[in-house]
């Protein structure tokens, strides 16, 4: 009995296995996703295939944007494909059965800030999803909404910025932290041009020539830059880039007013001439009354004069000989009439110093050549515990070339040479 009960279950099992239907033969879902309208493949991408509601299977594109899911049941699914930068994908009504089906999918390029196109990572125009750094922008629409002195007020909020403020318009910037009274760690710039004074490298905002209506962005990159940028990025590099004359034309004029008898007025001017000449030119004047200290300093043998005063503009032509190659001169001077300026040695009254700047670079494709001198000068500045005047008739001139290639579409490379004296 024991063995014709055996015998009649496997002829029941075998009968039973050979004739289940095709719904218990796996399939597939391969394919390639690729980017709108660049036809590039979309790398890293997370494919998802769902039935009923539910998830069947996972897989991510490889860098030629092939996906393969197995092991899937017969029947209809959903296609999902998501990807930082694009905007997802869905893909419905696709067949598996016994084999592989195949679906490839096209993903259209998502409007964000993830599209902005950022120089500071690589000192090249990249899209910020691309750059091999994390980069922090202040866009053209927020610098606009933002009531401003100088450019600090912009960076104050940005992840590992810290700020000191000396007053109205005094402050120090840094990113890794404070090493003295002046702090220059961090890599100031303007369109590629050093923004420091030249015999102490240090940052002072209100002596950047560059008014507030003629940023087009700010781009803060944080950690060392020495490989890019030389041995003065150990701090990071704040980059402001200003706008240029063929995407920005037309007249500003800006007034603005506040506590303290604070009154700003600028002025900002573009146009073109044709269609390879472009010139822009743009002023800004400030004044106001800065703060009294809580407590006078009893060891200076002045008093401090509280008005501030400032003035600044430039002036840019620029040439694009060919649609992909420019040629731009810049020339800019800022020049703090009235202000009061912490040193090492005590507070320092400035009067009349002049910051001026001679700029000329180019770009064709991947090669980017500059020069430019800067200059400054101190002016009638004293200290006001000595009365001694504070000298400063220094000069930078520096001298810039890059160029990068790709290899393949992962690889980047870029080298260069500066010269700085």
């Known amino acids: 009995m024991s ?48 039935a009923s509601g539910r ?76 750059a091999p750094a994390s980069v922090s922008v202040v866009n053209e629409k927020e610098i606009n909404e933002r009531p401003s002195i100088t450019v600090t007020d912009h960076i104050a909020t940005l992840p590992g910025i810290d700020v000191a403020r000396g007053g109205l318009m005094q402050a120090n910037v840094v990113a890794r932290g404070f090493n003295n009274i002046f702090s220059g760690a961090l890599l100031t710039l303007t369109d590629n041009r050093f923004a ?40 990071g590099v704040l980059h402001i880039i200003t706008k240029s004359p063929f995407t920005s034309q037309g007249t500003t004029v800006t007034i603005d007013g506040g506590e303290r008898d604070v009154f700003r007025g600028a002025i900002r001017t573009a146009g073109t001439v044709g269609e390879k000449f472009g010139y822009k030119l743009s002023y800004d004047s400030f004044r106001g009354n800065d703060w009294r200290p809580a407590e006078p300093d009893t060891l200076e043998l002045v008093a401090r004069d509280l008005r501030l005063r400032r003035q600044g503009g430039e002036a840019r032509l620029d040439f694009r000989p060919t649609r992909g190659s420019e040629i731009i001169a810049t020339y800019g001077r800022a020049v703090a009439g009235n202000a009061v300026e912490p040193t090492g040695l005590g507070p320092g009254q400035v009067r009349d110093w002049t910051f001026s700047s001679y700029q000329l670079r180019a770009r064709t494709g991947r090669l980017f050549a500059a020069a430019f001198l800067n200059t400054s000068d101190a002016g009638n500045t004293f ?21 990068g290639f790709d290899l393949g579409l992962r690889q980047r490379f870029i080298y260069g040479i500066d010269y700085q004296h």
């Open 55 to 130: 998830t069947a299977g996972t897989a991510t594109t490889d860098e030629n944007g092939q996906f393969r899911i197995v092991n899937l049941a017969a029947g209809s699914y959903t296609l999902t494909v998501a990807r930082i930068g694009y905007q997802m994908q869905r893909v419905e009504g696709i067949i598996v059965g016994q084999g592989t089906a195949t679906a490839d999918v096209t993903m259209p390029l998502l409007p964000s800030i993830l599209e902005q196109v950022v120089t500071t990572a690589s000192r090249a125009p990249e899209k910020v999803l691309d």
């Open 196 to 235: 420091y004074v030249p015999s102490l490298r240090v940052n002072i905002p209100y002596l950047i020539p560059t008014n507030n209506e003629d940023i087009e962005r700010i781009e803060v990159v944080l950690g060392p830059g020495a490989a890019l940028y030389g041995p003065n990025a150990a701090g």
């Open 3 to 50: 063995a014709q009960w055996l015998l009649r279950l496997f002829i029941i099992v075998s009968i039973t296995l050979s004739s289940l239907p095709a719904s218990a033969q796996s399939g597939s879902i391969s394919g390639r996703v690729t980017g709108v309208p660049s036809g590039q493949p979309v790398a890293g991408a997370r494919v998802e295939a769902a």
């Open 383 to 403: 200290l006001l515990r000595t009365l001694q005047p504070i000298v400063d008739k220094s000069t930078q001139r520096v001298g810039q070339l890059q160029h």
